[in-house]
């Protein structure tokens, strides 16, 4: 008997145990709880540099078009691609026979003018010669009046006839000169100093100018100076203006390349539901790398700070969570009703963490510039966020900044 009232009583024993461990269990881990840690960040002093990023093709500063005037098939080619010309080389023929041959028609058809205006000439001379014999005649009264009429209405018709020969002479010369225009026109020159960037004909093809000069070559003028056409967003352009300077990347080089804006365009362009408009950046191209169609990665610089306080970006979205510690560590919170930007501090790991309120100037996607921060100082720790909610969260970055193709970004 003894020993089952023994038995018993462990076992309430036991179990009371059990249940008073799982009590304090619950009551700490909701102390804990009660209790986040949070990630900091000191406040830095450093520049911050503000950008407006974007993409934009590298072209050629003149792009030269050229056609052709006459039709007829390309007899031979003189360049190819990347060939440099001068302007006036020859870099193309087109079969002349055609032309040769109207040539050869219009001149003879000026000297068959010119030879119809001598012939008139002549006539008109000897008509002159016969109206002052009549003239005499009639005066001594040995011709009539209707024969005098004949022969100066001969001498008239002469000189009409010698303004239409005169007239066919000048319009023989305009449709010789035409010819000799077309028969020209079969040797493509090139019209600039350049680089051929584009061919779009082969010997033997045959070509058909009708409304407009067919292209068969493109020709840049000079590659060592390039430009940037970029699409700027409605949001951005008003930070962007004439001589900024802009840094950029292409994908085939690990190189960074400069230039300036130099023209912004009024022009707008809808793409997706987004107004943009373009904007060129010169850029000098001494070694050649910068390729007609190449992307370019471009970082506009639209302000710059040197020398200032800065913080991550997270401390300003942060706001930590209102939990109510125990009365023996209850601080106010400093601010709350004021609206604007605030910074969160903890000055001890049991004390509520304390709202400052700061006034802020710009970022570069990353940090943001404090302009106004009373009782903060550089190296001063601000929470960020919470401990072990983002464990590959060791650095600041702006989900929204676009990423250079390639996984690069201008610095």
């Known amino acids: 008997?003894?020993?089952?009232?023994?038995?018993?009583?462990?076992?309430?024993?036991?179990?009371?145990?059990?249940?008073?461990?799982?009590?304090?269990?619950?009551?700490?881990?909701?102390?804990?709880?009660?209790?986040?840690?949070?990630?900091?960040?000191?406040?830095?002093?450093?520049?911050?540099?503000?950008?407006?990023?974007?993409?934009?093709?590298?072209?050629?500063?003149?792009?030269?078009?050229?056609?052709?005037?006459?039709?007829?098939?390309?007899?031979?080619?003189?360049?190819?691609?990347?060939?440099?010309?001068?302007?006036?080389?020859?870099?193309?023929?087109?079969?002349?026979?055609?032309?040769?041959?109207?040539?050869?028609?219009?001149?003879?058809?000026?000297?068959?003018?010119?030879?119809?205006?001598?012939?008139?000439?002549?006539?008109?001379?000897?008509?002159?010669?016969?109206?002052?014999?009549?003239?005499?005649?009639?005066?001594?009264?040995?011709?009539?009046?209707?024969?005098?009429?004949?022969?100066?209405?001969?001498?008239?018709?002469?000189?009409?006839?010698?303004?239409?020969?005169?007239?066919?002479?000048?319009?023989?010369?305009?449709?010789?000169?035409?010819?000799?225009?077309?028969?020209?026109?079969?040797?493509?020159?090139?019209?600039?100093?350049g680089v051929i960037i584009d061919r779009n004909v082969s010997e033997g093809q045959t070509v058909v100018a009708s409304m407009s000069a067919q292209t068969l070559f493109q020709i840049a003028t000079d590659l060592s100076q390039v430009q940037v056409e970029a699409n700027i967003p409605e949001a951005d352009i008003g930070k962007v203006i004439l001589g900024q300077p802009v840094k950029f990347t292409v994908d085939a080089y690990e190189q960074e390349f400069t230039g300036s804006v130099t023209q912004i365009r009024l022009s707008a362009v809808t793409v997706q539901s987004v107004v943009t408009y373009p904007v060129i950046i010169h850029a000098a191209n001494p070694e050649g790398k910068l390729f007609p169609g190449m992307t370019a990665n471009l970082a506009c610089e639209v302000a710059r700070r040197v020398g200032v306080l800065k913080v991550p970006n997270a401390a300003l979205r942060f706001n930590p969570p209102d939990k109510s510690p125990p009365p023996a560590v209850v601080r106010p919170r400093r601010g709350d009703a004021q609206p604007g930007p605030k910074l969160w501090v903890q000055a001890d790991p049991k004390a509520q963490p304390i709202a400052h309120s700061v006034r802020t100037g710009i970022g570069d996607g990353a940090m943001t510039e404090l302009v106004e921060a009373k009782d903060l100082a550089e190296g001063q720790d601000v929470l960020i966020g919470l401990r072990g909610n983002d464990k590959n969260n060791s650095k600041t970055v702006n989900p929204f900044t676009p990423q250079a193709p390639g996984g690069r970004r201008p610095r």
């Open 1 to 193: 008997m003894m020993k089952k009232v023994f038995l018993i009583g462990f076992l309430v024993l036991l179990v009371a145990g059990a249940a008073g461990g799982a009590i304090w269990f619950f009551y700490f881990r909701a102390k804990a709880e009660a209790q986040p840690a949070f990630r900091t960040a000191a406040i830095e002093r450093g520049d911050i540099v503000q950008l407006v990023r974007s993409t934009g093709i590298v072209q050629p500063i003149q792009l030269v078009q050229v056609g052709t005037q006459v039709n007829g098939p390309v007899t031979k080619l003189y360049v190819d691609f990347n060939d440099r010309v001068q302007a006036g080389d020859l870099v193309a023929q087109i079969d002349p026979r055609v032309y040769e041959a109207n040539l050869a028609r219009d001149e003879a058809n000026l000297q068959q003018s010119l030879a119809n205006v001598e012939q008139t000439q002549a006539r008109l001379v000897q008509a002159e010669r016969e109206l002052t014999r009549s003239q005499e005649l009639a005066r001594r009264d040995m011709l009539s009046a209707s024969e005098l009429d004949t022969a100066l209405a001969a001498r008239d018709v002469l000189l009409a006839q010698l303004k239409l020969n005169r007239a066919a002479v000048d319009q023989a010369r305009a449709s010789l000169s035409l010819s000799r225009a077309n028969l020209d026109y079969t040797r493509i020159r090139s019209p600039v100093n």
